[in-house]
């Protein structure tokens, strides 16, 4: 008779091992608790290279879209803070896995952000040079004055928006900090009560920096001195 294929596994043969291998390169969805793909900024060369006399604009909107990106994975950053935080510990392997896609996430987040501020400073530079060309009637794009004019003020509202998204992630950044270490100074009151407050501090502020163990800490605070 004809051969016969075996079966594909199911999805229920995948074991809870698996799943969080899966998920440790993808992002955690707060809505359906599933995952999503992590964030994966599309490659751009930061130095652009125009080949017709459309290529002005098109830089500029190629900019814009991808500081809508860059807006996009900030909010993913601070979906992953919101879940980790969520979470009772950070020894929970869900926190051990977001945690994980957190720093990936976080990574490219700043790489793309250092290509937006480079590929803004090329923009604003090939005006200049573009101006300095008009003059002499050596400009490929045959542009006016007002057209460099133009441009310079689409480039002035990319670096306004950039400085905005910018500002916005330290803010995600510094909250989600903060709420971090006051869940921290919370759990060592509960391991140790009897801490002082500089103490409470101390412990914190080595597990920050990765001292160690923080509750061994709490429980042992002579060896912080």
Not at 75 to 94: E, F, G, Y
Not at 111 to 132: C, P, T, V
Not at 174 to 195: D, H, T, Y
Request: charged content about 25%; proline content about 6%; aromatic content about 4%.
């Amino acid at each position: 008779g004809a051969a016969r294929h075996a079966p594909s596994p199911s999805r229920s043969a995948v074991g809870p091992r698996s799943r969080w291998a899966m998920c440790r390169t993808r992002r955690w969805d707060l809505s359906s608790q599933r995952c999503a793909p992590v964030f994966s900024p599309r490659p751009r060369p930061v130095r652009d290279a125009p080949s017709d006399t459309s290529a002005p604009h098109l830089q500029v909107s190629d900019l814009q879209s991808a500081l809508r990106e860059a807006n996009g994975a900030i909010q993913q950053v601070q979906a992953l803070h919101m879940r980790i935080l969520s979470l009772p510990s950070a020894d929970d392997p869900q926190a051990v896995a977001l945690s994980e896609q957190l720093a990936t996430t976080t990574n490219d987040t700043r790489a793309f952000f250092a290509s937006l501020k480079a590929r803004i400073f090329e923009l604003e530079q090939g005006n200049a040079n573009l101006r300095a060309l008009i003059p002499a009637g050596q400009s490929q794009y045959n542009l006016t004055f007002a057209d460099v004019d133009t441009r310079q003020t689409q480039v002035s509202a990319l670096k306004e928006r950039f400085k905005e998204s910018i500002q916005r992630y330290a803010e995600v950044e510094r909250e989600s900090r903060s709420k971090n270490r006051a869940r921290m100074e919370r759990q060592v009151k509960i391991v140790n009560p009897g801490l002082s407050a500089g103490e409470i501090t101390d412990v914190v502020r080595q597990a920050e920096e990765g001292g160690g163990n923080m509750f061994s800490q709490a429980v042992r605070p002579s060896c912080l001195l």
